[in-house]
């Protein structure tokens, strides 16, 4: 099992930046594929970004293609979100969380089920 904390979340003006984090502790970070969800009030929870446990693939839902990036440091057991050109719909609850899978498929590690550990979440509000 793995512990996540998010942190970074805040209010923005459309068009500015942020950049979540995402602390891990218990079993080694580096073997946890690792992705971020969020979820906006009176919605589901969506897919947003996922890495490879190694670092060297990434998956982005359509909606955040070009304007966020996930990465990790697996020396820091830590994991992050830049999010640059915010819009207001971008606005919601965001999560990390972390999978043991060894299937790196887009249809697996795209889908919330897929991870076993999640972490409390953190506020993103993007004002227009």
């Known amino acids: 099992q793995v512990q996540l904390v998010e942190s970074g979340g805040g209010l923005v003006q459309a068009g500015g930046s942020l950049n979540l984090s995402c602390a891990a502790s218990?079993?080694?970070?580096?073997?946890?594929?690792m992705g971020w969800f969020r979820q906006a009030p009176g919605k589901e929870r969506e897919f947003v970004a996922a890495i490879k446990w190694s670092g060297s693939s990434t998956y982005y839902a359509d909606s955040v293609k070009g304007r966020f990036t996930i990465s990790r440091d697996n020396s820091k057991n830590t994991g992050y979100l830049q999010m640059n050109s915010l819009k207001p719909e971008d606005t919601a609850v965001y999560y990390c969380a972390a999978s043991g899978t060894r299937l790196w498929v887009r249809s697996v590690v795209t889908t919330s089920t897929t991870y076993g550990d999640w972490g409390q979440g953190t506020q993103v509000t993007v004002s227009s």
């Open positions: 218990g079993r080694t970070f580096s073997s946890y594929a």
